[in-house]
C-alpha cells in the first residue's frame, strides 16, 4: 500500500503532465501550418500558400526536367510529390547530393506566372543507407520489373 | 522488492555497491567501444550517396538518442524526489544533467557538420532540430535551478517539477520528423517495418549506442559517489572513509 500522502503528489504529477500535455497539444494543432518547414507542390496548387511572401517548396526533382542556361548559373527543374508538378528556377551553387530523382527544399517566392522563384536549395537526402552495390542491386530490379 | 530498493537507495551503499560495480562496466565499455569503432570505421561499407561523410552517424545518433534518454531518467529521478523524497534521485538529478546537456550539444554540433555538406546548411529551423535545441535549454535549465537554490532539497523538488514539464518535448523530438515536414528525413532504425539501413552499417550503430550507454553509466556513477561523499560528509561513514584514505588504506 501506498502512503496517502505519497500517493496524491505522484496522482497531481499526472494531472499536471496531462495538463501540459494537452494544452502544448492544442498549440501545436493551432500553429500547424506554421510548424509546417515546407509546402508540397500539391498544396501549392491547391492556393494554400503564401502568395506574397517568401516560402519553401518542397519534391522531389523530376527525372530530366532539369535545363541549365547557358553560360550562366541558372537552372530549371520540376518537383514533384508524385501527384503534382511545379517549376522552380534557381541561380546559384547547387548542394552536393542535388541530382534528378533527389528530395529537395527551395526557399523563394512565386512569381506571377506560377514560376517558383527560388533563392537558396538545400537537399533533403532519405533514411536509407547502404553500399553502392546494393543501391545499384535495388535499380536494377526496379528497372527489370518496369521493362515486364 | 521494497526491502531492495530501501537497501541500494541508502546512500552508503549505493556508495560501496557501486564502486565494486565500475570496474566491471568499464570492462565492457572498452569492449563494445573498441568493436564499435572497428565497424564503424573500417568494416561498414561507405554509403551509395553520401559514401564515408556518413560515417558521422556513429556519432551523431547515438548522441541523440543519449540525450533523450538521460532525460528519460531524470525524469524518473524527478518522480522518485517529488513522490518518495529519495536523497539518492536528488543526487542522480543533478549528477545526469550535466551529461545529458553535453550528449544533447553533441547531437546539435555533429548535426550541424553533418548538415552543411549533405544539405547546403549548418541549421534550419524545422521542427526537429528546433525541438533538440528546447532539449538543451531544458538541461540547461535544471542545471541552472538546481544551483542557484541553496538549499539543497528545494532546489532538486524545483528542478524536478522542470524536469517533468519539458518531458512533454521528448514525444515531441522524437516524432517532429512524422508530424510535420521537416528537412531532417524521417527515422530510419526505429520504425515498425525493417530498418532502412544496411545491416553491415546498422550493427556498429547498435553497438556503439550499447558503448554510449555504458559510459554514461561509468560517469554517472563517478559523479553520483562523488556527490554522495560531498552530501554525507557530516556523518561517520564518511569520516571513517577518509581516516582510511589518509592512513593509505584504500
Known amino acids: 500500500m501506498m502512503h496517502p500522502m505519497r500517493k496524491k503528489r505522484l496522482q497531481l504529477i499526472c494531472l499536471g503532465i496531462l495538463g501540459i500535455g494537452i494544452a502544448l497539444a492544442l498549440i501545436l494543432t493551432a500553429f500547424e501550418k506554421n510548424l509546417m518547414y515546407f509546402y508540397s507542390p500539391s498544396e501549392i496548387h491547391a492556393g494554400d500558400a503564401p502568395a506574397k511572401r517568401p516560402f519553401r517548396i518542397g519534391g522531389m526533382v523530376v527525372e530530366g526536367s532539369v535545363v541549365r542556361q547557358a553560360e550562366s548559373l ?4 520540376n518537383l514533384t510529390d508524385t ?28 512569381n506571377k506566372s506560377g514560376l517558383f522563384v527560388a533563392s537558396e536549395v538545400l537537399a533533403k537526402h532519405d533514411e536509407n543507407y547502404m553500399p553502392p552495390e546494393v543501391a545499384e ?12 | 522488492m521494497f526491502r531492495f530498493f530501501y537497501h541500494y537507495s541508502s546512500l552508503r551503499n549505493f556508495y560501496f555497491f557501486s564502486a565494486k560495480l565500475t570496474p566491471f562496466l568499464i570492462a565492457v565499455f572498452l569492449a563494445f567501444l573498441i568493436y564499435s569503432l572497428y565497424g564503424a570505421l573500417i568494416s561498414a561499407p561507405a554509403d551509395y550517396q553520401q559514401g564515408d561523410s556518413f560515417r558521422i552517424i556513429y556519432v551523431h545518433v547515438p548522441s541523440a538518442w543519449m540525450s533523450l534518454l538521460v532525460y528519460m531518467a531524470m525524469g524518473l529521478s524527478a518522480v522518485s524526489v517529488l ?24 547531437a546539435l554540433i555533429t548535426g550541424s557538420i553533418w548538415g552543411k555538406p549533405m544539405w547546403g546548411t549548418w541549421w534550419e529551423w524545422d521542427a526537429r532540430l528546433t525541438s ?9 535549465g535544471v542545471i541552472a535551478l538546481l544551483k542557484a537554490i541553496d538549499d539543497r ?9 522542470l524536469c517533468l514539464i519539458g518531458i512533454i518535448n521528448i514525444p515531441i523530438v522524437h516524432y517532429s520528423v512524422e508530424w510535420w515536414n521537416t528537412l531532417h528525413q524521417g527515422p530510419t532504425v526505429s520504425k515498425f517495418d525493417s530498418p532502412s539501413i544496411h545491416i553491415d552499417m546498422l550493427i556498429p550503430l547498435l553497438t556503439m549506442t550499447v558503448a554510449f550507454m555504458l559510459y554514461f553509466a561509468i560517469i554517472s556513477l563517478y559523479r553520483i559517489r562523488s556527490a554522495i561523499l560531498v552530501y554525507d560528509k557530516e556523518t561517520q561513514w564518511v569520516k571513517d572513509l577518509i581516516k582510511r584514505n589518509e592512513r593509505g588504506q584504500i
Open chain 2, 153 to 161: 532539497r528545494t532546489g532538486a523538488r524545483s528542478a524536478s517539477i
Open chain 1, 137 to 148: 542491386a535495388l535499380e536494377n530490379v526496379q528497372h527489370n520489373s518496369k521493362v515486364d
Open chain 1, 83 to 110: 501527384a503534382n508538378e511545379q517549376m522552380v528556377y534557381f541561380e546559384g551553387i547547387l548542394p552536393d547530393l542535388f541530382r534528378e530523382g533527389q528530395g529537395i527544399v527551395a526557399k523563394g517566392q512565386m
Open chain 1, 74 to 77: 541558372g537552372v530549371w527543374f
Open chain 2, 132 to 140: 533538440e535545441l528546447v532539449l538543451l535549454f531544458l538541461y540547461l
Open chain 2, 83 to 106: 513522490v518518495w523524497r529519495v536523497k539518492l534521485a536528488e543526487i542522480t538529478l543533478g549528477a545526469i544533467a550535466p551529461i545529458g546537456a553535453t550528449f544533447t550539444l553533441a
